[in-house]
Each structure stands twice: as structure tokens, then as C-alpha cells.
């Protein structure tokens, strides 16, 4: 259940905007892709993610929901299917694991259980990067697509959920110990602040990838094919990075050192109301 990017109709950056820096990503070790629906990551991410499997770097990927509301076939049967693209979409950029969880797609609720569910993957697989989708109404395609509001924003509040040990005491209980992120990554922002370079064979990768979700894809009229419609959304984020193809992100450092307030010079004065 995938918002079709309205690109191809002359949605494009400025050529006088600045040149967005490369996301410093050669440190990274595990990362963890947190999303609505099958197909959600391979609208442009998954070509960053092949980029990151190729040098090593661990990527696992959660679905929140089946996917089952997506197509015209009866739920069960889309939701087999839909799992079984996911999984061949993964093989092509690398991933091995694959969660997918059983809420209700098509009306997620940003509930308690979808956090606690979110910050138990996160302790599971102690990721020192976390990817999620934009929860903004209007994103870069579009306005957005209510589930992916909402995984967005669950995944925002389970980031923090992670490492606090007085939130969710009970996955204590299960072995889980408390989680620091140091990356949130969000895709589809409208205010991106960083970069990362997919010329090439990532690129290729991140094309297959959407491809594996070839019935799904299917069962939307007029979806563009990916070998154009990727590069091409491919080709516009290389222009904010000044290279071929790049994948945008939003970027929060968690562990960045928090800015320093100015000094006060004089005590502020009360405010007086008149009489």
C-alpha cells in the first residue's frame, strides 16, 4: 500500500539549492528498517540498503503489518504472497531477516502494543541505525498514506522507548535489556539532510528489489516500471548530492552533543499586562 510518487509530473529540487552532504555511514554496523507494508522499503531505500549489505553492514527489515488491504485478492491469500515478494525483494539487496508482524493494514493505530512491538525489535537486534518513513501529511510524494503516518512516528517514540528501562519494563522480562540508537534515519522527508550515493550497482540492486514485487505492482493501474521510475527518483536525489543517483534521508545524530544555549546578558524583564 504505496503512495506512487507524482515525480514524472515536475516535482524536482531547484538547481540553486545547496549540496546536501553524504550521510557518514562508513561506521555503521546494524541497521534496522522499520515500515508500514511489503514494498514500503523499495521505493528508493532499498538501494541504499544494498549499498550498506555490499561493505558488511547487517540490515534487517520490520513490517508492521501484512500488507493483506493492498490488493483486490482476499486478505489471506495477498498476505501470502505479499511475504513471499518481500522475501525475494530482500535476497536482492541482501538482507536475511525478515519480521513481519500481524497488525491491521490499512488502519494502523499508533498504539502502546505498536511501540512496545517496535522497541522489542529494536533491543532484539541493537541496531546503531534506524530507518523509518516520513509521517508528515505531505511528504515528497504526495500526501501521505495513513499506516505510513503512523509507522513513522510509532518508530520516532520507540527509538526513545528503547532505552528507557522504565518504558515497557516487561521486555526486561523477556531478556532485553535497554537500547541506545545512534542514527534515525527517515526516508521521504521533505526537508532532507543527507545523502547517500546509489550510482551504480546499488542502484541496480534497489531496482530488483521493487521488482520482486511484481503482482503486487500489478495490481496497480499504471504503475510505472522500476527500471525508469527508480533511477529516475534516483537521479533527483542525485542532484541534491551532486552525483548520479542518491537516496535521501532526514538524519538524526542521537548521540550528537547537544548545542550549547547563549548566555543570558540581563534577566528578562516580567511581562506586564495593563489593567
Not at 546494524?30 to 528508493?44: I, M, N
Request: aromatic content about 6%.
Amino acid at each position: 500500500m504505496q503512495n506512487v510518487p507524482d515525480y514524472p509530473y515536475g516535482r524536482s529540487y531547484p538547481e540553486h539549492m545547496d549540496l546536501l552532504p553524504a550521510l557518514p555511514d562508513d561506521d555503521f554496523r546494524s541497521v534496522l528498517c522499520v515500515v508500514a507494508h511489503p514494498d514500503d522499503v523499495e521505493y528508493g531505500t532499498s538501494a541504499a540498503v544494498a549499498r550498506w549489505t555490499a561493505r558488511g553492514v547487517d540490515v534487517a527489515y520490520l513490517l508492521l503489518t501484512r500488507g493483506e488491504a493492498g490488493m483486490p485478492n482476499p486478505p489471506e491469500e495477498t498476505a501470502l504472497l505479499r511475504r513471499a515478494e518481500q522475501e525475494a525483494a530482500c535476497a536482492a539487496v541482501g538482507v536475511s531477516s525478515l519480521e513481519v508482524l500481524e497488525h491491521p493494514d490499512g488502519v494502523l493505530q499508533p498504539s502502546l502494543d505498536l511501540r512496545r512491538d517496535i522497541a522489542r525489535a529494536i533491543r532484539t537486534h541493537q541496531p546503531d541505525v534506524v530507518v523509518t518513513g516520513s509521517w508528515e501529511v505531505e511528504f515528497v510524494a504526495g500526501l501521505n498514506q495513513a499506516d505510513h503516518r503512523v509507522a513513522g512516528m510509532a518508530c520516532l517514540d520507540a527509538v526513545r522507548d528503547a532505552d528507557n528501562p522504565w518504558v515497557f519494563p516487561d521486555l526486561a522480562d523477556e531478556g532485553l535489556k535497554p537500547w541506545r540508537v545512534r542514527w534515525l534515519l527517515v526516508s521521504g522527508h521533505t526537508q532532507p539532510t543527507h545523502g547517500v550515493d546509489v550510482s551504480g550497482e546499488p542502484l541496480a540492486r534497489g531496482v530488483a528489489a521493487l521488482e520482486a514485487h511484481r503482482d503486487y505492482l500489478a495490481a496497480i493501474d499504471g504503475h510505472p516500471a522500476p527500471a525508469t521510475f527508480i533511477p529516475m527518483i534516483a537521479s533527483m536525489g542525485g542532484q541534491r548530492l551532486g552525483v548520479e543517483h542518491a537516496v535521501l534521508f532526514r538524519a538524526w545524530d542521537l548521540l550528537a552533543p547537544r548545542p550549547s544555549m547563549p548566555p543570558v546578558s540581563e534577566p528578562r524583564q516580567p511581562l506586564l499586562l495593563p489593567p
